[in-house]
C-alpha cells in the first residue's frame, strides 16, 4: 500500500509484481469516451507495452494462445486498460491504426460503447456488455479479430437503478439528432426528463458531449456497413415504450396512456398499431390441445410492452456484434476481419456445454465428448491473442439477478486468478517433494462459487427450479435459506423483508433482492408478440430479422400463435422444451457462456493485468487508503508479492529450460543429451549464478529447485536469467551481423570500384543536383546483409506446418504451392509481361564471377515471373538471369 501510494504520487500508476501488472486509475482523464479511437492521443506506459510484447513474443515463439486477463472492481479502468491494450497490440503485429482492421475495430467499439455503457453509482461510464477480444496472430501478423461480447443487463435497459443514467445511446440519440430527424422519428419534443426510461437527469455540459458521441456513433456505424436508419428505428420505438403505460380500463379490454406513442412504435416497427396493441394485451393457452385467447390485464400487458422493449434492445446489439465480426477486411494484405461464420467458438462449444462451477471441476459429461470439444476449442483459438475484460465485482442497491451474474462473473475471474497464480505453484511443489519457505496463505473462493452455481443445490440451480414449479421469490428465499443453513457465505441480512438474501463475495458483502429473481431469469416473449413481426404483418424488414430464427421455429408449424413462449434475449437454440418453454433461462445461458470461456481461457496462457481505482468519487488524482486497501486485500496482492519475493511461482520442464537457457553456459560443459537433461539444468543455474554473485555481489543459491519433472524457480533469478539471455543474444547477433557484413564487404569489392566508375560518368550532374539541394548528400544505400535464399528452397516448412494447422489440413500432402501469376499489380492495376525496371541494387552484389552484372541504377526487361519463389526473369544483353524482386523497381515511361 505504502509503495502503491509513493508510486502514486509520483505519478507511476503501473507496479509489477512479478510478471503480474498493478494498474492504478488515477482518473487523469475522466470523460473519456473509452473507445479504440480516443487512445491514439493517449501515450502508452512502458508497462502494459511490455505485456503485450510479451503475449506476442511467447505466441510466436510457441504458437500457443495468449489470453491478457483484465480484472478489477468496477471503475478500476479495465475498459480504458483493453483499449490501450489493443492499440499496441495492433502496433506490435497488426500494422498500426492506418490499417483497415484497426478502423473497423475502433468503430466497433465505438458502436457498441455507446450501445453499451451506462452510468452507475460507482462509475458514470460503466461497461454493461462483457467483452473478450480474440485477434488471431499468424507468425507475428494480425490475421483475424473477433469481439466475443457478454450481455445480461437487459433489465436496465427498461428500468435504472437510482443513481444510474441509463444506457449512453438513448442520450446520445435525443441529443444528437435534429429536430427534423426526430420529428419524423415521433421523437420531437421528448426530453430525457419525459422519457420513463431515462428518468435520472443530466446536465448541459453531458447534452454537448452526448451530441458529439451521437455523430461519431453514426458515422462508426457508417463505417461497419450498418444502415443507421434502421438502428435508429428501433431505438427510437425503445425510447417511445417508455411513455406507454397500460390501465386497467371499464371494459374488457385494457386502456392504454399515451396512445399516440404506440401508434408511433408500431410505425416504426412497421407493423399496424392494432396488431401490436394485440400482441401486447392478448395471451394464447394451449388448453389440453384446445386453443384459447384471453385478454391481459394491466401489469400483464406493462411487461410484455418491457419484454418487447429488452428484446428490441439486446437484439439489436448482437446483429451489431455479429456484423462487426463478420466483416471482410478490403484490399489489405493482412487477412480479413473474421469473414468467416458468426458461430464463434464460445457457440460451438455450447452444443455439448455442461455446467463446470469451477475451472476443470467435475462435470458428468463423458470423458470422451468432453475431450472431443475441447480438442475443437483448442485448435479453433489455437494461436489468438485474447483481452478479457469482463464485468467488475459491483454492490448496488438494490442487487439484482443480473449483479449476482456480474458478480459470479467476477468471482470466477478470481479463481482462475488463485488457480493459476497460488493453488498450481503451491500443488506442484508439493507434489516433487519442493519445500518452499515462504507459505502462501491465499483465500480459496470456491466456497462462494460453488454456492451459487453448483449443480443442484447452487442459488442458480434453485432458481431454475423455482421458476419451472412456478414459485415466488419469497418460496424461493426461504428455500435457499434451508439447503445452505450453514454455509458461512450465504447470510440473512435480518431484515422484515423476505425477499433479501446477503452473499458474502471475495470483495465484500452484498444484499440481493429477489424479486424480480424470476421473471428475470424466465426471460421469455410470448408468441402473440413476436408473430406481429412476421414478414407478411411487417414491412420493416430489420425488425423481421431480429426475430428471425424464431418467426421461422413458429411458422414451420400451422396455428399461429398457439400458446408458446421464446427467450428475450437471442440464443444458439430456439428448441422449446415439454413443447411451450425455452430450453434455457438466462443464468443457465450465462453460465453456460462462462463456462465456455473459462474452457477457452485454460487452453491459454495468461497475462494478469490487476487494476485498481484510486477513490470512490471518481476524481483526478486523489489515492483514497481505505478504497485502495479493501482493493488490495480483494485481489490479494499482498499474497501475490509473498509469492512473487519467497516462492516458486514459476516452473519450467527440464527440456524448454534447456532448450530456452542453455546458451548461457558454456558450450563445452553440457552434455546436451535426453538422459543428462537435469545435469544440463543444474550445470546452466551454477553458472548463472556465479556470474551474478561476481557482478553483483548477492547470494542467490536459494532461488531455484530441482523437483521430479520440473525445474522450479523464483520470481528473482527468471528475471535474471531472462536478462542474461536477452544481453547474450544481442552480442552474439551483433558479433554475427558484424562477421557477416565485413565478409560480404570484401566479396563485393571489385563491383564497388565499377559502380564508381559509372558514378565518375555523371559527376558534373550530380554536383549541379547537389547545388540545388543545398549540399545534401544522398542517403547511403543500406548494407545488403542476408544471404540469398538456398535455391532449392520451395517453401519454408514452417510456414506449410502453420497453414496445414490453421486451415486443418493433412500435413503429409500439403496443398501446392500457387504457381507465379502472370501478372503484378501495382496501385490498383494489373501489369502484364514484359515490363522494364530499374536495378535499385546492383545484382548480384558480389560481382557476379564471369556472368552478367546488373548495375544499379540501369534499366532492364522484365520477361515474367520466375519459377523460384520471390524471384523475377529478367533478360539482359543476351543473358537470362532470376533476380528478387526487391533489387528492381517498377518504374514507367522508361526505355531501354
Ligand atoms: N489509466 C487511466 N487513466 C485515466 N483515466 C482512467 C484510467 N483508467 C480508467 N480511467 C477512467 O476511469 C473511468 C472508469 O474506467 P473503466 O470504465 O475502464 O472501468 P472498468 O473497470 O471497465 O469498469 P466497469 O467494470 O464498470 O466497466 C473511465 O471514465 C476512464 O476514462
Known sequence: ????????????????????????????????????????????????????????????????????????????????????????????????????????????????????????ATNSESSRIGQFIEVQVTDGALYRTKIHCYFLDQTRVIRPLPGEKNYHIFYQILAGLSSEERAKLNLEGCSPS?????????????????????????????????PFLDVVRVLAAVLLLGNVQFIDGNGLEVDVKGETELNAVAGLLGVSGAALFRGLTTRTHNARGQLVKSVCDANMSNMTRDCLAKALYCRTVATIVRRANSLKRLGSTLGTLSSDSNESVHNQAEIASQHASTIGGGTNAGSKSMAALNNAVKHATDGFIGILDMFGFEDPKPSQLEHLCINLCAETMQHF?????FKSSIESCRDEGINCEVEVDYVDNVPCIDLISSLRTGLLSMLDVECSIRGTAESYVSKMKIQHKHNSRLFDPKSLESRLFGIQHFAGRVIYDASGFLDTNKDVVPDDLVAVFYKHNCNFGFATHLFGSELKALYSIENVPRGISFRISPTSHTDLLNGDEPVSTLTQDFHTRLDNLLRTLVHARPHFVR??????????????????????????????????????????????????????????RLQRTEEKLMEDCNLILEHVIELMSKEQNVHVATNWAIGKRHIFLSENIRQHLEKLRTETRQKSAVLIQATWRGYRFRCRWATIRREKELQTSTINQSTITRATNNGARPRPQPI?????????????????????????????????????RSYTVAGNTKLGYPQTRIMKMTYPEDGGGDGAVLLKGEPVLVVGASPKRGHLIVEHKHYTLHVPFQYLELKQNVNI
Request: charged share 20%.
Open 611 to 668: 487494476c485498481i481505482r484510486s477513490n470512490s468519487q471518481e476524481s483526478s488524482n486523489r489515492f483514497e487508503r481505505t478504497t485502495v486497501m479493501r482493493q488490495i486485500r480483494s485481489l490479494q496482492i499482498l499474497e501475490t508479492v509473498n509469492l512473487m519475493a519467497g516462492g516458486f511461482p514459476h516452473r519450467m520442464r527440464f527440456k524448454a529450460f534447456n532448450t530456452r537457457y542453455r546458451l548461457l553456459a558454456p558450450f563445452p
Open 417 to 421: 486468478y488463485n488457480t493459476h497464480i
Open 194 to 226: 419525459t422519457l420513463r426510461y431515462l428518468q435520472h437527469g443530466d446536465t448541459r455540459q453531458d447534452v454537448t458531449e452526448d451530441s458529439l458521441r451521437f455523430q461519431a456513433w453514426k458515422t462508426c456505424l457508417g463505417v461497419l456497413g450498418i
Open 1 to 120: 500500500m505504502k509503495c502503491l501510494q509513493a508510486r502514486f504520487a509520483a505519478s507511476n500508476f503501473y507496479t509489477n509484481v512479478g510478471p503480474i501488472l498493478l494498474c492504478v486509475n488515477a482518473y487523469r482523464d475522466v470523460g473519456n469516451s473509452l473507445t479504440l479511437n480516443s487512445t491514439r492521443s493517449l501515450p502508452l506506459s512502458p508497462q502494459l507495452n511490455k505485456v503485450v510484447q510479451e503475449a506476442v513474443r511467447q505466441q510466436s515463439e510457441t504458437g500457443y494462445p495468449q489470453a491478457i486477463i483484465l480484472s478489477g472492481t468496477s471503475g478500476s479502468g479495465k475498459s480504458h486498460a483493453s483499449m490501450l491494450l489493443l492499440r499496441q497490440l495492433f502496433a506490435v503485429a497488426g500494422g498500426g491504426p492506418e490499417t483497415d482492421a484497426f478502423k473497423h475495430l475502433a468503430a466497433a467499439f465505438t458502436v457498441l460503447r455507446s450501445l453499451g455503457s451506462a452510468k452507475t
Open 784 to 820: 545488403a546483409g542476408t544471404p540469398p535464399p538456398d535455391p532449392n528452397e520451395k517453401c519454408d516448412n514452417k510456414i506449410i506446418q502453420q497453414t496445414c494447422n490453421l486451415f486443418g489440413l493433412d500435413l503429409e500432402r500439403p496443398p501446392p504451392v500457387p504457381p507465379s
